[in-house]
């Protein structure tokens, strides 16, 4: 373990640690009941967390807290020469935006995302304590989707601060049939494009976009580091697909004359982990989703539904591999005789950190007395989506277990929250 360079203090860092669990209590009822933790786009459990977030930025000392039109909490510590009652610091105060996500995965971890929120807010509420304003306000949203698991729609919420919010997205379902238009007015909010095109963010007055999150993955954990510094977000495109067979009698229809939707998937899935393995390391793709609707056991399969989710440093590598892979997924149709849709849902791209922004992480986690480690996230996160209007890095805190992540067994410590606190301390101190 490497030391500090100022006496160790867990206390800030146990604070953080207390916030999350106290937030993991929230979760949707059948995986509540099996202690999973799952919380989905404004479900009941993901409004008790939002209202939960409120309480926590209100008690952390933040001067103004919000709900916003998609659901994101917003927690405005204002700059100095600010006044109770005006709406924001000084004329010319500009405001650090930072934060992350509070849903989660399908039975996800509890760092994913919030540590971005708690972290910060950790810094709030030492300078609240300590009476202390910074020259510049520091805004921390804790965004209300970024996972991308009830709707189709992925980082709607730091679309809804980038302007990019895709209006037919209200119009989208969940697998229950609810619109997201519907979900959001049962939630209390409004619902409609005027209110949420009212989110965007005028990227004059804000300094830059910075993000703390857990690494989920493997690095920092072998190389024994408690931070790491992002260099850039890898990009990702996400695609619904369908192969349509002919659903036959499995007993009598011989092999030869089968038309088997999930046979032709399968045969897809290995051609993604082929194509990807076969580029530059860090190019992956995942068939997460696989579903053979209304099968049974003794009928050939006649359609079958996957996922894709295909990602690559650069934008060029990724749009490569989706290519690679459109053309794996016609001939494997065009050999077996069967019809096939593939629908592109999301596309991020890469998003390389602000040389400035992770210049300043970097003398943040070496104030802390630790070696800058640099690397890459295969994660996409709300960053990648500030990018398109704001400079931006990112801070990666080591996870234990090897960094696994989208699964419960996903965890930190203390002590690596309490030096992840420190360096945004820090980060915020070169500021002033
Ligand atoms: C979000 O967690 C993603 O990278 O898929
Ligand atoms: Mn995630
Ligand atoms: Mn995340
Ligand atoms: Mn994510």
């Known amino acids: 373990k490497f030391g500090t360079s100022s006496p160790f203090h867990p206390a800030l860092g146990q604070r953080v640690w207390d916030w999350q669990e106290t937030l993991a209590v929230h979760s949707e009822p059948d995986y509540l009941a099996r202690g999973e933790l799952t919380v989905t786009y404004l479900s009941e459990a993901h409004r008790a967390c939002a209202a939960q977030i409120a309480q926590t930025m209100r008690e952390a000392g933040c001067d103004s807290v919000t709900i916003d039109a998609v659901g994101n909490v917003v927690g405005r510590y204002e700059g100095e020469g600010w006044k109770a009652g005006s709406p924001v610091s000084g004329p010319d105060a500009k405001t650090l935006l930072t934060g992350s996500h509070y849903d989660t995965v399908h039975n996800g971890g509890k760092y994913d995302g919030r540590l971005g929120i708690h972290v910060p807010l950790a810094c709030v509420q030492q300078l609240h304590a300590q009476k202390k304003r910074l020259p510049h306000a520091l805004e921390i949203v804790a965004f209300a989707e970024e996972e991308g698991q009830r709707y189709k729609a992925t980082f709607l919420a730091s679309s809804a601060l980038t302007g990019s919010f895709d209006p037919a997205w209200l119009d989208q379902q969940d697998a229950a049939g609810i619109t997201m238009r519907a979900a959001m007015q049962a939630a209390g909010l409004p619902g409609t494009m005027t209110a949420i095109n009212a989110l965007r963010r005028d990227p004059a007055r804000y300094l830059g976009f910075v993000e703390v999150h857990i690494e989920q993955g493997p690095v920092l954990n072998q190389q024994q580091r408690p931070l790491g510094v992002v260099t850039s977000i890898n990009g990702s495109v996400r695609l619904l697909g369908e192969v349509i067979g002919l659903a036959s009698h499995a007993g009598t229809t011989p092999m030869p004359m089968r038309a088997d939707a999930a046979a032709a998937v399968a045969e897809l899935i290995l051609h993604v982990e082929q194509a990807a393995a076969q580029r530059h390391p860090d190019t992956v793709g995942t068939v997460g989703k696989l579903d053979v609707p209304g099968g049974s056991i003794n009928v050939v399969p006649g359609r ?52 400035e922004w992770q210049a300043r992480w970097e003398a943040a ?37 090897n960094g696994i992540s989208h699964n419960p067994l996903e965890s930190s410590t203390a002590e690596d929250m309490d030096l992840a606190v420190r360096a945004f301390q820090h980060l915020l101190t070169q500021l002033a």
């Open 304 to 355: 079958c539904r996957f996922s894709l989710d295909l990602r690559a440093p650069t934008n060029a590598q990724r749009d490569a591999l989706l290519a690679d892979v459109q053309e794996g997924l016609r001939s494997i149709c065009e050999r077996r005789g069967l019809r096939y849709t593939l629908e592109e849902t999301m596309r991020a791209s890469a998003a390389p950190s602000s040389p």
């Open 365 to 401: 986690v070496a104030a802390q007395g630790l070696p800058v480690l640099r690397l890459p996230s295969g994660a996409g996160h709300d960053a990648m989506k500030l990018h398109d209007i704001l400079p931006q890095a990112m801070l990666f805190v080591r996870g234990e277990n």
